[in-house]
Nanobody, 112 residues
Framework: QVQLVESGGGLVQAGGSLRLSCAAS????????MGWYRQAPGKQRELVAS???????IYASSVKGRFDISRANAKNTVYLQMNSLKPEDTAVYYC??????WGQGTQVTVSS
């Protein structure tokens, strides 16, 4: 069975930075697309950023220019560097692996 383990969440002040990590393990036989989604209370889960097996990236408009997604394919690991954080970035962040495997989530709280 595939498992995704996230780390790096926490409490940070507005304008600060945080780096999330997600390591995938289990029955993975090829390099897959990975990404990060987030969900705030009372809101739908939304895509934050994704990265393909070839390194192509997609960002939500709200985070473009502030966040950076990267990966280490040999480790099936994906990272999300979050800079210039805003209170509206507060959410539970979930790691995603093609096709539709999910981590348990890590809380990110940005205070003003």
């Amino acid at each position: 069975q595939v498992q995704l383990v996230e780390s790096g969440g926490g409490l940070v002040q507005a304008g600060g930075s945080l780096r999330l990590s997600c390591a995938a393990s289990g029955r993975i036989f090829s390099i897959k697309a990975m990404g990060w989604y987030r969900q705030a209370p009372g809101k739908q889960r939304e895509l934050v950023a994704s990265i393909s097996s070839g390194g192509s990236t997609i960002y939500a408009s709200s985070v473009k220019g502030r966040f950076d997604i990267s990966r280490a394919n040999a480790k099936n690991t994906v990272y999300l560097q979050m800079n210039s954080l805003k209170p509206e970035d507060t959410a539970v962040y979930y790691c995603w692996l093609q096709s539709d495997y999910w981590g348990q989530g890590t809380q990110v709280t940005v205070s003003s």
